[in-house]
């Protein structure tokens, strides 16, 4: 079957590292995508990662084991504008999104 | 240029009665996809739309359908609505389908009494 699990929320601190963590599992994976959605509003592409490795734009990373169905999406210097869901979405053979429920990122001063 | 759009941002409607809603994407994208988001489920794919014809469809009953107009503008409706149906419906639009970035809308929140 089709699968992502990610964890549900998540706090760290203003100026500090985190991890989300993503797992997937999805026949046909044709790619690895990060959208940030704050509250009330439209999710925005992050990132995509589709072969292994580590991909970096600015504060924000994200990284894809293709052998092991897993990615991270990394956040430095964290603001508390970063503070937001962050949806990890797999691509299937189809071109079709399977999308996880979503990390709630709070960040506190 | 203009962002996705959707109308009507917010609706109540009753069980039993029915919804259309309706997406304008980006000027040139010619593929809308619709998604069901509800708290602690994540983003749930309705269908998808490419050049009038839909080219994908997710797990939802058949009360759940939609189109798409020549000039890309897409509608969904939902039928016969039941509580289970509130729940933010996001449009999202590229230029093929075939790119991971999609650009969404605000999305309408449907709320079903």
């Known amino acids: 079957g089709q699968n992502i699990d990610q964890p549900t929320e998540m706090t760290a601190t203003e100026g500090a590292i985190v991890q989300i963590n993503c797992t997937y599992q999805?026949?046909?994976?044709?790619?690895l995508f990060w959208y940030q959605q704050h509250a009330g509003e439209a999710p925005t592409f992050l990132s995509y990662?589709?072969l292994d490795g580590l991909e970096e734009k600015g504060r924000f990373s994200s990284f894809l084991s293709r052998s092991k169905g897993y990615s991270y999406l990394l956040l430095k210097e964290l603001q508390m504008k970063d503070s937001a869901s962050y949806l990890c979405a797999s691509r299937d053979s189809n071109y079709q999104l399977i999308w996880g429920a979503g990390t709630k990122l709070i960040i506190k001063p | 240029k203009a962002g996705v759009t959707q109308t009507p941002r917010y609706l109540i409607k009753t069980r039993g009665q029915q919804v259309t809603l309706s997406c304008s994407p980006i000027s040139g994208h010619r593929s809308v996809s619709w998604y069901q988001q509800t708290p602690g489920q994540g983003l749930q794919f309705l269908f998808e739309y490419f050049s009038e014809t839909q080219r994908n469809k997710g797990n939802f009953p058949g009360r759940f359908s939609g189109r798409q107009f020549s000039n890309s503008r897409s509608e969904m409706n939902v039928s016969t609505l039941e509580l289970g149906d509130s729940a933010l419906y996001l449009c999202?639009?590229?230029?093929?389908?075939?790119?991971?970035?999609?650009?969404f809308g605000e999305g309408s929140r449907l709320t079903v009494l």
């Open positions: 999202a639009s590229t230029r093929t389908g075939l790119t991971g970035e999609l650009f």
């Open positions: 990662n589709v």
């Open positions: 999805t026949s046909g994976f044709n790619g």
